[in-house]
């Protein structure tokens, strides 16, 4: 049950395109098309941003979108807004009813 | 509109328990399998346990298993997590979150409630 692999912290200006990249391995990211990204502002709950890969949640902007490659997942947003400054996270389901999680991500918008 | 809000969170000793409470609302709450999921200070997202709608089966983070129990009561709309033998290092927000019906994925969370454990 090790943690999925983001890098700590990526920056934009708003209006470009910023990719955060979630490596796992073939027990989970690889295995299983059940990768969910999360957004979480300081203090506050994590909210669903996409799942299964690349579905999003009623209410969630298709500037947001989600892809997989090997063990790799991936979010996009595009045309970045200065309220996307948050943390990501991304998650995994890793067999037998576990789930891993990836360290995070801090998304500064520059 | 769904809504969980977890309770029961405090200072403990090492050593010590903690029994923590999620209260639900806004969804059928007997028909949907549960999750808790921890959150050290300044640190990321952690799995904790995982319980079947009907509370038959259940699952667990090595890190917590053989210390930590998650329960539910449907008729009440709770889901509960016993934390025994608590360490400094379960130190942390701890977060129910619902599994989304159709996929293993954990679509809404409460706002979590905040274990500290320090002598």
């Known amino acids: ?110 | 509109q769904v809504q969980l809000v977890e309770s029961g969170g405090g200072v403990v000793q090492p050593g010590g328990s903690l029994r923590l409470s999620c209260a639900a609302s806004g969804f059928t709450f007997s028909s949907f399998a549960m999750h808790w999921v921890r959150q050290a200070p300044g640190k990321g997202l952690e799995w904790v346990a995982f319980m079947w709608s009907d509370g038959s089966n259940k699952y667990y983070a090595d890190s917590v298993k053989g210390r930590f129990t998650i329960s539910r009561d449907n008729p009440k709309n709770t889901l509960y997590l016993q934390m025994n033998t608590l360490r400094t290092e379960d130190t942390g927000v701890y977060y129910c979150a619902r599994k989304f019906g159709g996929s293993y994925t954990l679509d809404y969370w409460g706002q979590g409630t905040l274990v500290t454990v320090s002598s």
């Open chain 1, 1 to 110: 049950q090790s943690a999925l692999t983001q890098p700590r912290s990526v920056s934009g200006s708003p209006g470009q395109s910023v990719t955060i990249s979630c490596t796992g391995t073939s027990s989970d990211v690889g295995a299983y098309n059940y990768v969910s990204w999360y957004q979480q502002y300081p203090g506050k709950a994590p909210k669903l941003m996409i799942y299964d890969v690349s579905k999003w949640p009623s209410g969630v902007p298709d500037r947001f979108s989600g892809s997989k490659s090997g063990n790799t997942a991936s979010l996009t947003i595009s045309g970045l807004q200065a309220e996307d400054e948050a943390d990501y996270y991304c998650c995994s389901y890793a067999g037998s009813y576990t789930w891993v999680f990836g360290g995070g991500t801090k998304l500064t918008v520059l």
